[in-house]
Structure formats: structure tokens, C-alpha cells
């Protein structure tokens, strides 16, 4: 087969290029939970769940608390081994997981338990698995440390290897395996220490195609060692080459490979190291965050600017390692960085405007509020504006007025999610991991409801990310995961919507983030996987509205 090569110069020679050390990197290390500071992986998953592979243990962030997860001697259903490689999520919600010590194991968020499987080899005893990838014919494809790429039929239950061979030109190049990325035309395609392998099995079962670096040729690959390879977000025909000297684009509909050049300083060892790409739409441009080994460098393509951010020993808000090992940004827009020195994380939609508020609140107030996440805001009947807070409420008197504001700071053991104004000077309050709650504003009391279901479990509704009262008095509360909550405050009674993948006049998706009631008292319902939906209240249906 004829393979076209054709070179794309992205060059940034004329663009303004320098350090920049004025973002502020947020962290999490052992000191908050984290199990080890040497993050080899990271994954959102469709809950939103941020997933750490770590040296030692599987991490699971759910945005307040860290969980762990480590082997347990005398429990099978326990991870099989601590140190946690590769990380992929199926279709199915799966969790799969590559360990250090040549496991695969299968991780049911819905039983939290784990099944394993043993990568065998016959030349080494620990056969680290570093990538992971599964196919939609129940095939799973597993990159290994030193000996090669594996198949593992979860239907047969069995294993299948291929390795380098010396005189075997149609062989792997190479017994390294760095990842693993299927593209649009079906191939499979292998990243590894001495060149980048096209591999399509429904063609041939033993015939690998290899791409290696020529460097008189510039349309080859930058350099043979490969870190990772990571699809477009949006262009499916492409995907990203990181290596060890520089970034490359492969574009299947051309069968095309381009270099995509930054500029490197030549004073910083593996400057030019790339291992992740994260591609973001910024008016006409684009802005593309790059993790290289040399720290993390942002280049803003409509205005030709480039900043590279490093590790600062003086600066607690820096980077905490140079070496970026992986990188993802998750639904709300956050990046989160695995480094060898703990996970980094900040938002890009952050817009500093608090300014203002700290000339008319006072100090010690406007810090607590300012340092702090802010999860939901109202006003009250009396104008005073409540705040909620993962520590409780926060409520400022005197919004009217021009002098110094005065915040008081309520109910400190709630971790609050959302906020409601009520029909009767009362305030609903969602939390996370207590459920909902009723603030009596004249009697300043807090009471509990409790939600109920035969089908989910009970703890599924204490995660409460919306709530809306409607003009009819009902109470609508939007759970985390667990569907849509209709509470009749009279009668004290409550009923369930659910997602039923049978029924295309369910609610789309159990996740519900937003509510919200428009002037002809529609209830519109907004879902964090399942897109919009308008609810019917004479027919109790959902018309579900995608985009």
C-alpha cells in the first residue's frame, strides 16, 4: 500500500513566546488524600468522576473527597495490584484498569467490586500494562511494558500476543507499547519506544504497518520514541503523535502526517517531549494546552502568543512538577494535570471579578467567601442575598445599601450544591450527601426530606444538584445521577422520574443538573449526558430535545 505523506509547517517563529508564571495551579498531593504524588494516568468518567492512577492506589475524585482503592490480601474483589498504568472506560460504564504488576482489572461502578485477569508472559513475571483500548466486538486491546501489544477475547476468554521479530518487517516495530487509538477508517494504531504501527486485524491477523523517523525525509514522524497518540476533539479523520521531539498530526482521509512546531528552549531538557494535547475553540482560533515533560505550554493560535508555565520553588500556585504525564479536561471545563508530583487542576472559564466586593464586604468575610467554591446564589424576600458554600451558607444584609456589607455565616456542617427561593419565606437547600434540606426563614430552623426508592438506593438522593419550587407549589429536586424528584410540599408525598431506555418519554438521562420553569409554568429539565427536556404535566411524558 502507497502511503502519501504531506507536511503542514505550523511554524511559530514570528509568534511572542516566553514564560508565564501568572496562572494559578490549584493541587491535589497526599496532604488532601491523594494516595501517592506520582500520578501516571487520569480519566473522567460518565458520572464525572475524575479517576488517578497513581504508584500506589486508584484515586476517586468526585470534586470534594478523595476515595481510594488498594488490593486487599483476602478480598477478591479488591483491585489487583496498586500500581495503576492505564486507565479506559467502555461503553458500558466499565472501568478498566492497567496495573504495574501485569493485570487487567474490570471495575462495576454500580457494585464498586473489581474482576481481574492475569496478562501472562513467559520471559518476565511482572507484565506492566501501559495502555488500554476495547473495540465494539468485545475485543480488548492491551499495550504492554516489554512484550508487546495483547488481545484479550472477553467473549473466549483468551489471550493473544504480538511481538517485535527481528527479521520480520511486517512484525510490531517494537515490544514498548505507549497507547493505544483506533481512527475513523477502523485501524488500529500503536505508539511505541521505536515507532508508531497501523494495524487493522479484520484485514490481516499479523501485518503491522510501521512508521519510523527519516531525518532527511521531513514528512516522517518527528521522532521514533512515541509517548501517547490522541484523537481531535472534533475532526475525527485526525489524531495527535506526542513524542520525545515534538508533536505530529496524522490525518487518515489524506493518509497524511504534518509537524506541528512550538518553540522550544533549547536550555530546557525534554522542552520538546510531548505527551497530551488538549485543543480548545476561542473565537476565530484555537487554543491549544500542550503537556510536554518540560512543563505545560498554552498557545493561543488566533493571536500568536505563547506561554509555557513551569514548576516555581517559590510559588505554591505553580505547577507542582514539571513532567506531565496525562491530561483531560472534564465536562465543566476544568483541566486536570498528572504530574510525578501530585495532580494539578484550573479552569479556563475562570473571570476574576471580585474586585468590587472586596472594597464593601468586610475582610475577613470577603476572604472566607473569595477562598472558598461558590455552588449557588440568591436573593431573599428581604433582598439579603444568600451564598452557598461546600461549608455551609453565607448571607449578606444590606445589599442596598453603600456601606460596608456584613456576611454571617450559617449552618457550617451542610455542604451546600444548589439554592431555592420558596413560596412561603423558606429557602430549599440541595446538598451533597445530605439530601434536601428546608431553611424556615422565620423561624430559622432547618429541616430534612427524605427521598425513598425501591429501584435506586436511598444514599443516591442525598446528592442533590438542583432544585426548583414551581408556581404551583411542587418542589422539584434534580439528583446526581439518580433522575428527577416531584415533591407536593402539602401532602408531604413525592414522585420519581427515571431515564427507562425503553420508553422515549422518560426522562433522557438520571444525571439532572438544571431546572427550570418558563411563564406558562413549563418545567424544563437539563441533564449533564442526556440534553434537554420539556415536561408535559397534563401527561407526565418528557419530550426530549438533543443538540
Request: proline letters at 1%; charged letters at 20%.
Amino acid at each position: 500500500m502507497k502511503i502519501i505523506y504531506q507536511i503542514i509547517f505550523i511554524t511559530l517563529i514570528s509568534a511572542s513566546f516566553f514564560y508565564s508564571q501568572n496562572m494559578i495551579f490549584k493541587s491535589l498531593t497526599v496532604e488532601n488524600g491523594l494516595s501517592n504524588n506520582k500520578v501516571n494516568c487520569l480519566l473522567e468518567d460518565r458520572s464525572g468522576f475524575i479517576w488517578f492512577g497513581t504508584e500506589d492506589g486508584l484515586n476517586r475524585f468526585d470534586g470534594y473527597d478523595i476515595k481510594v482503592y488498594r488490593h486487599q490480601e483476602n478480598d477478591k474483589s479488591s483491585i489487583s495490584g496498586n500500581g495503576i498504568w492505564a486507565l479506559f472506560e467502555d461503553e458500558e460504564g466499565y472501568l478498566w484498569i492497567g496495573t504495574k504488576s501485569g493485570e487487567i482489572n474490570r471495575f462495576d461502578p454500580r457494585t464498586d467490586q473489581f474482576e481481574s485477569w492475569k496478562v501472562e508472559s513467559k520471559t518476565t513475571n511482572e507484565n506492566s500494562v501501559t495502555s488500554i483500548f476495547k473495540d465494539s466486538k468485545e475485543k480488548l486491546w492491551i499495550g504492554t511494558y516489554k512484550n508487546g501489544l495483547y488481545q484479550f477475547d472477553l467473549k473466549e476468554n483468551k489471550f493473544l500476543n504480538w511481538k517485535y521479530q527481528q527479521n520480520n518487517e511486517n512484525s510490531l516495530s517494537n515490544n514498548y507499547i505507549t497507547s493505544i487509538l483506533k481512527d475513523d477508517k477502523g485501524n488500529l494504531w500503536i505508539s511505541t519506544y521505536n515507532g508508531l504501527n497501523k494495524f487493522n486485524p479484520s484485514l490481516s491477523k499479523n501485518t503491522f504497518t510501521r512508521f519510523y523517523q527519516d531525518p532527511l525525509d521531513t514528512s516522517t514522524i518527528s521522532n521514533n520514541l512515541i509517548w501517547n497518540l490522541i484523537p481531535f476533539k472534533i475532526e475525527s479523520s485526525k489524531f495527535w503523535i506526542g513524542t520525545a521531539k515534538g508533536l505530529d498530526i496524522y490525518d487518515s482521509d489524506y493518509s497524511s502526517i504534518s509537524h506541528f512546531y512550538f518553540p522550544v528552549d533549547k536550555t530546557l531538557q525534554f522542552g520538546a517531549s510531548v505527551g497530551s494535547v488538549i485543543e480548545e475553540q476561542s473565537g476565530k482560533g484555537k487554543v491549544y494546552w500542550i503537556g510536554t515533560y518540560a512543563g505545560l505550554i498554552r498557545w493561543d493560535s488566533q493571536n500568536d502568543i505563547v506561554k509555557r508555565y513551569l514548576y516555581a520553588d517559590n510559588k505554591p500556585l505553580s505547577l507542582t512538577s514539571n513532567q506531565i504525564n496525562a491530561m483531560v479536561k472534564d465536562r465543566s471545563g476544568v483541566i486536570w494535570i498528572a504530574t510525578e508530583n501530585g495532580v494539578n487542576y484550573f479552569s479556563v472559564k475562570e473571570i476574576k471579578f471580585n474586585n468590587y466586593l472586596s472594597h464593601i464586604i468586610d475582610k475577613s468575610d470577603f476572604d472566607l467567601i473569595l477562598n472558598n467554591n461558590i455552588t449557588s446564589i440568591i436573593q431573599s424576600n428581604d433582598d439579603s442575598i444568600w451564598i452557598g458554600l461546600p461549608s455551609g451558607l453565607s448571607l449578606i444584609n444590606g445589599i442596598n445599601q453603600f456601606d460596608k456589607l456584613k456576611a454571617t455565616h450559617k449552618f457550617t456542617n451542610i455542604n451546600v450544591w444548589s439554592l431555592c427561593k420558596g413560596n412561603s419565606n423558606n429557602i430549599w437547600i440541595g446538598t451533597y450527601g445530605q439530601g434536601l434540606k428546608e431553611l424556615d426563614l422565620n423561624k430559622n430552623a432547618l429541616s430534612s426530606i427524605l427521598i425513598k426508592s425501591e429501584i435506586i438506593m436511598p444514599s443516591m438522593y442525598l446528592y442533590i444538584k438542583s432544585v426548583l419550587q414551581d408556581k404551583d407549589g411542587f418542589v422539584w429536586i434534580g439528583c446526581w445521577g439518580s433522575g428527577l424528584v416531584r415533591y407536593d410540599v402539602e401532602r408531604k408525598k413525592y414522585k420519581i422520574f427515571i431515564n427507562n431506555e425503553n420508553n422515549q418519554n422518560s426522562l433522557s438521562y438520571n444525571d439532572v443538573w438544571t431546572i427550570y420553569e418558563d411563564n406558562n409554568g413549563n418545567i424544563w429539565v437539563g441533564t449533564n449526558g442526556g440534553g434537554l427536556n420539556l415536561f408535559d404535566k397534563k401527561s407526565e411524558k418528557f419530550l426530549r430535545l438533543l443538540f
